[in-house]
Nanobody, 114 residues
C-alpha cells in the first residue's frame, strides 16, 4: 500500500518562501504523474501543481510564476518550492498521484501571516 508523507510546512511572512517535500513509498513512483493539492479552511481541496513522469509541469493560475514543482525519482520524492507567498496560500498541502490514490497523507500546514 502506498504511503505519502508530506513535510516542510510552517509559518512564514507574506513574501517569504517555503519548500515542501513528499516522500512516496513503493517502486512505481517514477511512472506516476504527481501533484500538490491544498485545502484551506472551509474550502474544497484544490489542485495546485502537477509534474508528469516525463517532467512536464502544469500550475494553477493562482500560483503560476511563484511555485515550482519538481521530483527526484531516485528518492521517491516530489517537491514544491513556494516563493512570494501570500496570505491566501494558507492551507494544508498534500501530495498525491494525479489522479489521486484512494488514500491521502497527513498533509503539512502552511500559514502565511505577518
Amino acid at each position: 500500500q502506498v504511503q505519502l508523507v508530506e513535510s516542510g510546512g510552517g509559518l512564514v511572512q507574506p513574501g517569504g518562501s517555503l519548500r515542501l517535500s513528499c516522500l512516496v513509498s513503493g517502486s512505481m513512483f517514477r511512472i506516476y504523474a504527481m501533484s500538490w493539492y491544498r485545502q484551506a479552511p472551509g474550502k474544497q481541496r484544490e489542485l495546485v501543481a502537477t509534474i508528469t513522469s516525463a517532467g512536464s509541469t502544469v500550475y494553477a493560475d493562482s500560483v503560476k510564476g511563484r511555485f515550482t514543482i519538481s521530483r527526484d525519482n531516485a528518492k521517491n520524492t516530489v517537491y514544491v518550492q513556494m516563493n512570494s507567498l501570500k496570505p491566501e496560500d494558507t492551507a494544508v498541502y498534500y501530495c498525491n498521484r494525479n489522479p489521486p490514490f484512494g488514500l491521502w497523507g497527513q498533509g503539512t500546514q502552511v500559514t502565511v501571516s505577518s
